[in-house]
């Protein structure tokens, strides 16, 4: 049986070990262009697929209210895995002040990423931040898809339920996301908590006022 093969994609990618994130985070901060620096932070801090983040235009970035976030839709330039993918994807530390650092962005055009947000874009970003990753680890398992596979860890570690998991991540939700939470701001509210918890940030203690649709 040839390598690989009888494999699923995600059984050839793993999360990055610590060491690894570290280091590469810190040459990609270091020496990638601003606009590639805030895809890392972004795909590092929300756990999603590179190609949603490099898709973004500016009207789906909301930094401002009580939840921050992204919408990922499907757009011109993208569509979506499936159907589940179509989320919004709480903004909460790091990945916050990147989103906002974003925003302020010189730009023509409604993409949020003006070099990246184009056809074969989310290629072109892979490309570029592998060469940092393979200056830290040659592991072929170890890939920029693998943030992803380390935000899982992360909500898993932090005892984050499997349906705030699929909420955040995009994965299918067998159909139960509305009827447990209810509309977009419920779901936000709970996967806002969920994420603060996964990577050790305090809870925000909601108001009153949030309880009200």
């Not at 390598?3 to 270091?30: H, I, M, W, Y």
């Not at 380390?150 to 067998?174: F, T």
Request: glycine content about 8%.
């Amino acid at each position: 049986v040839a390598k690989g093969q009888g494999q699923k994609a995600s059984e050839k990618r793993d999360p990055l070990p610590s060491a690894v994130l570290t280091k590469t985070r810190a040459r990609v901060l270091a020496n990638a262009a601003p606009e590639l620096a805030l895809i890392w932070r972004l795909v590092e801090g929300t756990g999603c697929r590179l190609a949603e983040v490099t898709g973004l235009m500016v009207e789906d970035v909301a930094t401002d209210g009580d939840f921050p976030h992204i919408r990922i839709e499907p757009n011109a330039l993208r569509t979506l895995k499936t159907t589940s993918s179509r989320r919004r994807v709480p903004l909460v530390g790091d990945a916050l002040e990147a989103a906002q650092e974003a925003l302020k962005l010189a730009r023509e055009g409604v993409m949020l990423f003006p070099t990246y947000g184009r056809k074969r874009g989310s290629d072109a970003a892979s490309a570029a931040l592998m060469k940092h990753l393979r200056q830290v680890s040659a592991d072929e398992k170890h890939v920029i898809h693998s943030l992803r596979h380390n935000m899982k860890d992360r909500l898993i570690l932090a005892e984050v339920s499997s349906l705030d998991q699929d909420l955040i991540l995009g994965h299918a939700l067998g159909g139960v996301g509305d009827r447990v939470y209810g509309g977009d701001r419920a779901k936000l509210r709970q996967t806002t908590k969920a994420m603060r918890k996964a990577l050790g940030l305090p809870a925000v203690e909601a108001d009153g006022s949030e309880d009200q649709p």
